[in-house]
């Protein structure tokens, strides 16, 4: 990465048993944007960051991304939905007004991460992340990222792919794990 202004993404989780298991699936699950498009230009999204490397101020163990100003929508738009799958999968809770939710660090703000199919919690929604039942957020329809329509089809396509393809390995090491 270069020296342009960066940003951190993280999922936390409930107890660093939790945290280790997925850092143990990521090693060997996780792909790289540019081995997902078959392409060389993605080199702005680090490898997932656990500990000290995340530079977060609330001490929760977590896992996550940086990413900088240079960044592709593409890589963003990856890191957002890995960290909303891995809330979604085992990440720890947050409540508020008696509700709770799973939820993500962005720059040390609680985000909590909501799915469509469920009522928003009031209160939550300008501040929350609306995904679907595994974690993706689509680009396309009213997405502020400038991109063409061809360009962000592509970027839905190859993320959401790739979210469908860790929830079925996952869910199958959790079948066999419980």
Known sequence: MTNSMSYIIATPFPSEKVRKRMWTFLEKQFQTANALTGSA?????????????????????????????????????????LCSWMALQDGAQMVRGGTSAPCIFYENEIMPVCVLTLPLPQGWGKHSIVVDAI???PLTGGATIL???KELKRADEVVKAELERLTDVYKLLKEHRD
């Open 41 to 81: 230009e993605y080199n702005y999204l680090s490898n997932p960051l656990t500990g000290k490397d995340l530079f977060l101020r609330k001490r929760a163990p977590a896992i996550g991304f940086q990413y900088n100003s240079g960044c592709s929508p593409l890589e963003r738009h990856y890191a957002w939905s």
């Open 135 to 137: 974690g993706f957020h």
């Open 147 to 149: 991109l063409k329509p």
